[in-house]
T-cell receptor
Framework: DAGVTQSPTHLIKTRGQQVTLRCSPK?????VSWYQQALGQGPQFIFQ???????QRGNFPDRFSGHQFPNYSSELNVNALLLGDSALYLC???????????????FGPGTRLTVT | GDSVTQMEGPVTLSEEAFLTINCTYT??????LFWYVQYPGEGLQLLLK?????DKGSNKGFEATYRKETTSFHLEKGSVQVSDSAVYFC????????????FGKGTKLSVIP
């Protein structure tokens, strides 16, 4: 059973460019969350997608947007990249049952984004 | 708003030593509490969890007790191994209607033979 997968593994972009990161949830999961983890820091919640809609959003600007597809996979888009957007971007998935009980989220290995 | 404070690392221990990583939190309502572990080059893995006061979460020899009176969820292990070397994150979910996890900054543990 494949866990949460993310692509690409690493990415280098220039300031001002746009980037798209991709995530496939664990089998049986329908909810996808995105987190930004700066070097030496804990992950920070960006937003969560459920039933193809953004259900909750953290304290991130509108430059960060997302999408969820009918097969539950998800994309994170970041426009007008800043140097401060350099971080590890983590995707996490969960199932409806987990969401209502213990809220166990399964994390992917992340995409390392470097903005130069 | 919600926040999690962890003891700063890095923490270096000899194999078989006792481990404590302190975690305190601030949250509205009745949060669920979690410890996640991140091994080098990997994503976060859920280590243990507790969903209400006085619950004890345990896994792989690690334990943590949800203490509402002290708003704490300290991680402990009686005898660490080299394979426990990783970064440990304390996290909370503030309650029904909130879907985000709020994480601490992480504590890096190195266990030497």
């Amino acid at each position: 059973d494949a866990g949460v997968t993310q692509s690409p593994t690493h990415l280098i972009k220039t300031r001002g460019q746009q980037v798209t990161l991709r995530c496939s949830p664990k089998s049986g999961h329908d909810t996808v969350s995105w987190y930004q983890q700066a070097l030496g820091q804990g992950p920070q919640f960006i937003f969560q997608y459920y039933e193809e809609e953004e259900r909750q959003r953290g304290n991130f600007p509108d430059r960060f947007s997302g999408h969820q597809f009918p097969n539950y996979s998800s994309e994170l888009n970041v426009n007008a990249l800043l140097l401060g957007d350099s971080a590890l971007y983590l995707c996490a998935s969960s199932s409806p049952l987990a969401a209502s009980l213990t809220y166990e989220q399964y994390f992917g290995p992340g995409t390392r984004l470097t903005v130069t | 708003g919600d926040s999690v404070t962890q003891m700063e690392g890095p923490v270096t221990l000899s194999e078989e030593a006792f481990l404590t990583i302190n975690c305190t939190y601030t949250a509205t309502g009745y949060p669920s509490l979690f410890w996640y572990v991140q091994y080098p080059g990997e994503g976060l893995q859920l280590l243990l969890k507790a969903t209400k006061a006085d619950d004890k979460g345990s896994n792989k020899g690690f334990e943590a007790t949800y203490r509402k009176e002290t708003t704490s969820f300290h991680l402990e292990k009686g005898s660490v191994q080299v394979s426990d070397s990783a970064v440990y994150f304390c996290a909370l979910r503030s309650g029904a209607g909130s879907y985000q996890l709020t994480f601490g900054k992480g504590t890096k543990l190195s266990v030497i033979p």
